[in-house]
């Protein structure tokens, strides 16, 4: 346990587990910075959802940081490539290349210009979409990255990643997110929502999304197009 003295950046996206994250690094007592990146995902309404979420959940503050990864393209999330309506086998073609590598990098900068040791970021390995920097191998050595690579890491108390939603499902999520007061409504998960931030419904993180809800017996508060 840990309290208000302690800060910590929390990676926001917009979407429902990043959110969730933060409501409950808040609760564990921490002084919660927001961080989120455009980087030149299609579904850019996640940010304004990103910004709503830092602001209810009582972030001390929310930064938004540009990376040009739609330059790189490889992703139907920054490329001209059709967000598929079903998954298929293999790592789907909605995964950004090294894109949490990068975000976990940009965090950790901020986290040592905070003067903070605790990064918090919604990772999942249960009900998530198979990309592989989702899994707590990652996260593990992306810990040991950090404590490598950076003067906290030498000079200081050492760095953490946390990812409580690691070894969660998504109804045990919704379920964590209304204890914790989350507004879910506010929140953006489809991968091609609109500029509104209107779901199509049919996407892999729709899907997931709304069988969350349905384990948890809860309505889904999701606003579709």
Known sequence: MSNSRNKAVVLVSGGMDSAVTLA???E??????????????RHGSELTAAAVMARCLGAMSHKTVQVDLRSLGGSALTDDIE???????GIPVTY?????????SIALGWAEVLGSNDIFCGVNAVDYSGYPDCRPAFIESFQ???NLATKAGIEGQGLRIHAPLMAMGKADIVREGLRLGVDFSATTSCYSADAEGLACGHCDACRLRAEGFAAAGVSDPTRYR
């Open 144 to 146: 040991q990255l950090a």
């Open 24 to 26: 409950m690094a808040r």
């Open 83 to 89: 967000v598929p309506e079903h998954g298929g086998p």
């Open 28 to 41: 564990l007592g921490f002084a919660c910075h927001a961080l989120s990146v455009a980087y030149g995902q």
């Open 96 to 104: 950004v290349p090294a894109r949490n590598t990068i975000m976990l």
